[in-house]
């Protein structure tokens, strides 16, 4: 069974910078790349994507994150055992205040959710 293990979040000033890791834990060797999204939560809202990274490595952002974070994924090469997610997040704002998970991008076909890393924006 796959795991997922979210770390990187804390506590930063408007203007900051945050780079969340996401440990994609496989179920052996030989387990294949998905693709992979980050998702956020911030209270009161619905859990929304920001960004995913397709098995190929093409990268997309949702509008209110594009040109301040960054996708990527490394320890991909065959075979794969297991492989960490990035999203280096720059020039943070308070509504970015959220927890964050990362999850296959598919949604009918998402892991069991990790615990999610906290990222809060504040002066």
């Known amino acids: 069974q796959v795991q997922l293990v979210e770390s990187g979040g804390g506590l930063v000033q408007p203007g900051g910078s945050l780079r969340l890791s996401c440990l994609v834990v496989?179920?052996?060797?030989?387990?294949?790349?998905?693709?992979m999204a980050w998702y956020r939560q911030a209270p009161g809202k619905q859990r929304e994507l920001v960004a995913s990274?397709?098995?190929?490595?093409?990268?997309?952002?949702?509008?209110?994150v594009k040109g301040r974070f960054s996708i990527s994924r490394d320890n991909d090469k065959p075979p794969v055992v297991n492989y960490t997610v990035y999203l280096q997040m720059d020039t943070l704002k308070p509504e970015d205040t959220a927890v964050y998970y990362c999850?296959?991008?598919?949604?009918?076909?998402?892991?069991?959710w990790g615990q999610g890393t906290q990222v809060t924006v504040s002066s």
């Open positions: 999850n296959r991008a598919l949604e009918t076909s998402w892991y069991a």
């Open positions: 496989g179920s052996g060797i030989g387990f294949t790349i998905r693709a």
């Open positions: 990274i397709s098995s190929q490595g093409t990268t997309n952002y949702a509008d209110s």
